[in-house]
């Protein structure tokens, strides 16, 4: 038997709690049981968005969302910015584009975040941009943008809305919507909500209701409007996703037992030690600057083709990591530290590492990797 571990930015491990919750018998969703339900999901939602708006749950991945708040909040003919700076940047520019939308696109090197000067700038180019889309970590390349400075900039323009991307954010740096001025902020299951995929959550800020009722794109499952009428009384337009939301309420369970300062000191010093481990044992960072505290995204050591280390993990250890994608497939290898993860995870995935890289015929000193990753979990004290 080989243990299996997964380590990669999505699906991510699922706690025992949030399993067993997920395995009660199902409950109709027009039931007094479920409204009760998926109201206390609502509020508790809001507490984890940070936001005494709406968050709406969608049957749904990541993706749902995100074309959720291209179709509801503009028209065919808006303008929009687009931060590309990897795979679910340009993500937003293509959905913008499927819909009509004229895109604007920062070209961000991958491994960088975004300048809010260039935001800044060309908001004052294009006076009539109505919606800035970014990450607020891109899962590509393991870099974490910039974005209360960007959602100061569009903070103060009655026609601009700020969107953010939190698929790998929320739940794990800090993003308040309420108090950075986000107006959309939408997430996913799989992430650090600790769920199989399946559902998206979509924060809107009162700004982006009003956007909302002058949108003219076309859409009809992911209508708001209609769900947040519908999940207002504590129901959906369609059939819930039930199972999904009787694990959603103890993830959530288990966030607000943590608490969110908790939550974010968690995930950064576990990123922490993840980089500084990785590179004791030769790898480079991707991300210089800003690394998200999602996933670590880095260049093999000279000599180790990151292909090799995906795979060897894979084989040989039974360990799922995740590698490049788009121009980085081949170039690099991400480990993922959101979610159900804690200080052991990050010390197997470096220990793991340090068998894989010699298999691949690296050499460095044994043990200095899991040595450092140790040295910065100490220091770091109680989680
Ligand atoms: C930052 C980011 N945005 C969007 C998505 C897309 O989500 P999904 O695959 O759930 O549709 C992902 C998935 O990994 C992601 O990491």
Not at 118 to 135: G, M, N, P
Not at 216 to 229: A, D, G, H, V
Request: charge should be neutral; charged fraction near 20%; include cysteine.
């Amino acid at each position: 038997m080989k243990k299996y571990y997964l380590l990669a930015p999505g699906p991510t491990p699922m706690p025992p709690r949030v399993l067993q919750a997920m395995t009660r018998p199902i409950l109709h969703h027009r039931t007094k049981e479920f409204v009760a339900l998926m109201k206390s999901v609502s509020t508790d939602l809001r507490w984890l968005f940070e936001t005494t708006s709406d968050v709406l749950v969608l049957n749904s991945t990541g993706t749902g969302g995100m074309e959720a708040a291209v179709t509801n909040f503009l028209s065919r003919g808006d303008k929009a910015i687009a931060v590309c700076g990897g795979k679910f940047g340009k993500r937003w520019a293509q959905i913008g584009k499927a819909y009509g939308v004229e895109m604007i696109e920062i070209e961000v090197p991958y491994g960088s975040a975004v300048d809010p000067a260039t935001v800044a700038r060309l908001l004052d180019e294009h006076k009539d941009v109505r919606a800035v889309f970014t990450q607020g970590s891109e899962t590509s390349t393991g870099v974490a943008h910039p974005i209360r400075e960007i959602a100061a900039l569009v903070r103060h323009r009655p026609d601009t809305l700020m969107v953010v991307d939190g698929v790998t954010s929320v739940g794990v740096m800090p993003q308040p919507m309420d108090e950075w001025g986000i107006d959309v902020l939408v997430s996913g299951s799989q992430k650090a909500f600790m769920l199989p995929p399946g559902l998206a959550f979509i924060g809107v800020s009162a700004k982006a209701w009003s956007f909302a009722e002058r949108s003219t794109l076309p859409k009809y499952y992911f209508n708001l409007t209609k769900e947040r009428k519908t999940q207002g009384n504590g129901e959906s337009a369609y059939t819930s996703a039930v199972s999904l939301v009787m694990g959603l309420r103890e993830s959530l369970n288990m966030m607000k037992e943590e608490g969110l300062p908790a939550i974010f000191r968690r995930h950064a010093l576990l990123a922490q030690a993840t980089r500084e481990g990785l590179v004791a044992l030769g790898c480079e960072l991707l991300a210089k600057t800003h690394p998200s505290a999602a996933v670590t995204a880095v260049y093999p050591p000279s000599g180790v083709a990151a292909g090799d280390v995906t795979s060897t993990l894979n084989k040989t250890y039974n360990i799922t990591a995740a590698g490049g994608q788009d121009e980085l497939k081949g170039k690099i290898f991400r480990i993922a530290h959101l979610g159900y993860a804690g200080r052991f995870d990050v010390v197997t995935a470096i220990s793991a590492l340090e068998m894989v890289f010699k298999e691949l015929g690296h050499q460095f000193d044994s043990g200095i990797g899991v040595a450092t990753a140790h040295r910065v979990l100490e220091a770091g004290g109680d989680l």
